[in-house]
Structures are given as C-alpha cells and as structure tokens.
C-alpha cells in the first residue's frame, strides 16, 4: 500500500514528498515541524467529526497555536507506541491501527476530510474489535454504546445533508465556520456565478478582496462578473486597482 501510494506521489508531484506543488511552498523543516499537529486535527475530525466543513484553514487550525503543537507531538508518538505495545494482541485490533496510523501519516500542508476516507476503514475495525473485546468481558454491555454510536453518527449525517444539496449551499457553510478563509469565498463566488446569482458572486468576491487586498486573482474574478453584468465603471475601478498591485505587468494595461 505504502509503495503504491509514494509512486503515485512520484508520478503526481515529481517526488516523493512534494505537497507545496499543490499547496505552497513551506520549507521542509516546518511542514515536519507541522505535520504532528495537522495529524491531531485529521485524528480530532475522525473521533469526534463535528464542526465538518470543506473549509479547514490552517492558519485556524487549534493544534498549530502555542503551546499545543506539542501536545499534538506527544499524542502522535503515544498513538505510535500504543500501535507498537498491540503488535502482539488482538491481529483484528492491530490491523485496525495500523490501517488508521497509516491513513493518517500522509497529511498534505490543509486540513482536508475527505482525506479521513482512508483511515476510517481502520478506525471502524478498531472499534469494532474493541465492542467485541467488550462483549466478551460482559456480553450485554457493548450493545448500547454501539447503539448510541450508530444513532448519534446517523443523526449527525442526516442534519449534514442539506448542506450538500448545491455549491451555493456548501460553501455558504464553509465561510459560516471559517470566516477568514479566502479559498472558500472564492468557491463559493464561482458556485454563485454557474448558478447565476450576479449578486452572491460580487458579495463573495468582495469579501475575498476584503481579506487579501494584493491578490489579483480576486480583482480579475471579480471584474468578470461585473463586465457580464453590464458593470462598465466598476469594471474599469478593478482594472486600475490590478494595474496598481501589478504595474510590472504589461496585460494590466490591456
């Protein structure tokens, strides 16, 4: 598994370790020195998946603030030793960990859920070794923690779905619960903008630009909409605000 997964990072990014392609360009030393801590915030939305959202800055993350960075370092390293005391126990409950701890491991510069997929097929071997370890010890007493799982995880899911019904609706969500993430201002400016809602589009763009004043690709994303709405002032302000952030740039002037 492990090799198959770093040669398709070799045919993706061009080596083994090479995220920043994709997600910035932070030097090594400090994605090692982030990796326990986006580790704990992946392993937080796995055991306790509240507060779901396509959005997860990093700049927000909780186990990036002082001093819980090494917190988020010892608990990895307790993860890895309570993996390594099992090795010779239950082989249901070591193939669990094993599965989590390594579909956890390849954590990327965001935080991003759907990365959980991979992992939460161990994890659920995990707790299902776990009831039946329970069960075993007291043959009664796994049932309603099972039961109360199964309904509160089904009921979360159910309250989660609406927002999945359109993009407006996602991302809506995403700058609900991370309000200073510009990426998600951003998506939900281009769901407004295939849905049609000129008005949802400008309001998110605004925003954007609100939060990262000398990114153009705000401006320019923003002067498109106004130029289909018919806009022509407001489009001819963002062309001489893009010329100022960039006068260096000879389509600026175009």
Not at 47 to 72: C, D, G, Y
Not at 75 to 91: E, H, K, Y
């Amino acid at each position: 598994f492990l090799v198959i997964y770093l040669l398709i990072r070799i045919r993706v990014f061009g080596t083994m370790i090479g995220a920043e392609a994709l997600y910035g360009h932070l030097p090594f030393p400090e994605r090692i020195y982030r990796a326990p801590a986006l580790l704990a915030e992946h392993l937080q939305l796995l055991l306790v998946p509240v507060h779901l959202s396509v959005a997860h800055p990093v700049h927000e993350a909780f186990w990036l603030r002082p001093p819980w960075p090494l917190a988020a370092a010892v608990m990895v390293t307790l993860l890895i030793a309570a993996v390594w005391l099992i090795r010779r126990g239950d082989r249901a409950l070591l193939f669990g960990c094993l599965w989590t701890v390594l579909g956890l491991f390849p954590v990327p510069l965001p935080i991003l859920e759907h990365r959980l997929y991979l992992p939460l097929g161990g994890f659920s071997i995990v707790v299902a070794a776990a009831l039946g370890r329970l069960q075993m010890i007291r043959p009664t007493s796994a049932v309603v923690p099972a039961a109360l799982v199964v309904f509160a995880l089904g009921l979360s899911s159910f309250l989660r779905l609406p927002v999945w019904k359109s993009g407006i609706d996602l991302f809506t969500d995403a700058v609900e619960k991370s309000p200073t993430d510009i990426s998600a201002y951003y998506s939900l400016a281009a769901a407004c903008e295939e849905a049609g809602d000129t008005r949802g589009a400008i309001g998110a763009l605004t925003e954007y630009n609100r939060l990262a004043p000398d990114d153009p690709r705000g401006y320019v994303f923003l002067r498109k909409i106004r130029y289909l709405a018919g806009q022509p002032q407001e489009v001819l302000a963002l062309c001489r605000r893009l010329v100022d952030i960039e006068p260096d740039n000879a389509m600026r002037y175009l």
